[in-house]
């Protein structure tokens, strides 16, 4: 018995368990904002037992390359918590996505390269799928990186017959995958394999528009768990098995509940094209935009009974979060009643404005939900639009002609009085116009959201 206890073998099962145990409670953890911060540090003392008990693995005689692994890994993690702004944090989860999705596709290859002549039929099958998904998920997530940063035209980039040949690249992948699964001496199928799996994941993000990448997001972050998933049938790890298959249906159930957040389809959302300038959809949208000066706006928000901020991806980029809760802490100084009015699809990931405005302080029971907060806006004095766009635009609601018509929406229009912060009259994200700019109870607030928001707060204290 004490031999058994000091075995490596249950030394590494015994972690496995517990970092499990972690995975599992973490994940439920950041169902709510309240114990989301608890839900990470679950999260990461789970990989840390994770990777700790991978250490006894019998296996292992040579610690050095691993040792050099995780000195290099955590520098470089080091290094994107210190210094990748909040507001990168889109693009940042996207390289990640991509640095799993490489890491499983590598293994499969070196595992495909060292015993695929020894290996049964489930195990080669699996193998597959983890390249397979490997391999298209970290071409995927760069061009969603490229996107999301700037580097890339955010815009479908579309051609004729772009669905055929995504189809025949597709197809060709899986041919190849077939064959080699049923030829494990056919090393160029396997290899064509891989290769068109970088292509196709390419190929399957560059027609989405930068508006969707929310829902592409979580789409890629499921199609990198079910790859560490099938990894660890390939090795034969338990760990890989809990943990891919945790993050690939929890990434999974996530793009479902986004799609329904904009009212629409998985299909529609890979093969819609949504970004692209509809000419039929803007039709409706005109007139002039009524501008307010920074004097009036600081009346107006002084002297009201309740305020409703409304942030979006222009607030992460302004990187006005700050500035966002001083003003909101001197409006209720006043008496104002404040209250967040939070889309679930606003900024590029999900949670994304959840994540700035806690990072500010803002305590989570100022934070509403859609649902939750569309009641309140019509007895809302003002509702402050910070960067928000898309998820404001009242077609969705009144255009059945719009391609976001039927996209649930925070009704600020239906506020006594909204102003709109904003850098200048340009479309959003998705290049729809926006008819609540034109509304006769919209003001346009011009300028960099951060230095007018400072400039309020200063302005209100004046009145």
Same mark, same amino acid.
């Given at each position: ?289 009524? &501008? ?78 859609? &649902?939750?907060?569309?009641? &309140? ?81 200063? &302005?209100?204290?004046?009145?």
């Amino acid at each position: 018995m004490e031999a058994a206890l000091q075995s490596p073998n249950y030394i590494l099962e015994f972690t496995y368990i517990v970092a499990s145990i972690l995975f599992i409670w973490g994940l439920k953890s950041l169902s709510h904002p309240d114990t989301a911060r608890k839900g990470m540090f679950l999260a990461e003392a789970g990989m840390a037992a994770a990777v700790i008990g991978t250490l006894f693995h019998r296996d292992i005689h040579f610690f050095g390359w691993i040792i050099a692994g995780l000195i290099l890994g955590s520098m470089v993690g080091a290094a994107f918590a210190v210094w990748v702004p909040m507001t990168a944090m889109p693009q940042r989860t996207a390289l990640s996505h991509a640095f799993g999705a490489i890491a499983a596709a590598l293994v499969g290859i070196a595992e495909f390269v060292m015993h695929s002549g020894t290996m049964s039929t489930f195990t080669r099958s699996a193998l597959g799928l983890e390249v397979m998904l490997g391999t298209l998920t970290t071409t995927g997530s760069l061009i969603a990186c490229g996107k999301l940063q700037g580097v890339i035209r955010g815009t479908p980039m579309q051609f004729k017959g772009q669905q055929f040949v995504n189809m025949l690249i597709f197809l060709s992948m899986v041919g190849c995958f077939a064959y080699s699964l049923h030829n494990p001496a056919a090393t160029p199928f396997f290899y064509g394999m891989v290769t068109l799996g970088f292509v196709f994941g390419v190929m399957l993000v560059i027609p989405i528009g930068s508006a969707d990448m929310p829902v592409v997001m979580s789409l890629l972050n499921s199609y990198a768990g079910l790859s560490s998933a099938a990894t660890g049938f390939v090795l034969g790890n338990n760990i890989l098995i809990i943990a891919g298959t945790l993050d690939g249906f929890s990434g999974f159930i996530l793009s479902i509940l986004m799609c329904k957040a904009m009212n629409r389809s998985i299909t529609n959302v890979l093969f819609g094209g949504f970004g692209a300038v509809h000419a039929k959809a803007a039709a409706g949208a005109g007139g002039e935009m009524h &501008e307010i000066s920074l004097e009036d706006a600081a009346v107006r928000l002084a002297y009201a009974s309740k305020v409703v901020f409304v942030p979006g991806y222009g607030l992460a980029t302004a990187q006005a979060q700050h500035a966002v809760r001083e003003l909101a802490d001197i409006l209720e100084e006043r008496g104002v009643t404040v209250k967040y009015g939070i889309h679930p699809v606003a900024g590029r990931m999900p949670g994304h404005m959840n994540v700035l405005l806690a990072e500010a302080n803002v305590p989570y029971g100022d934070l509403y939900e859609m &649902e939750q907060i569309n009641p &309140e806006f019509p007895t809302t004095d003002v509702a402050l639009v910070v960067g928000a766009n898309d998820v404001v635009n009242p077609d969705a609601r009144d255009n059945s002609d719009s391609p976001i018509a039927g996209m649930p929406i925070l009704e600020v229009d239906r506020a006594k009085s909204v102003i709109v912060l904003k850098r200048g009259q340009g479309r959003g994200f998705s290049g729809l116009e926006n008819p609540l700019f034109f509304k006769s109870v919209t003001s346009m607030l011009y300028g960099d959201a951060k230095a007018s928001l400072s400039r309020l707060a200063q &302005e209100v204290k004046n009145v």
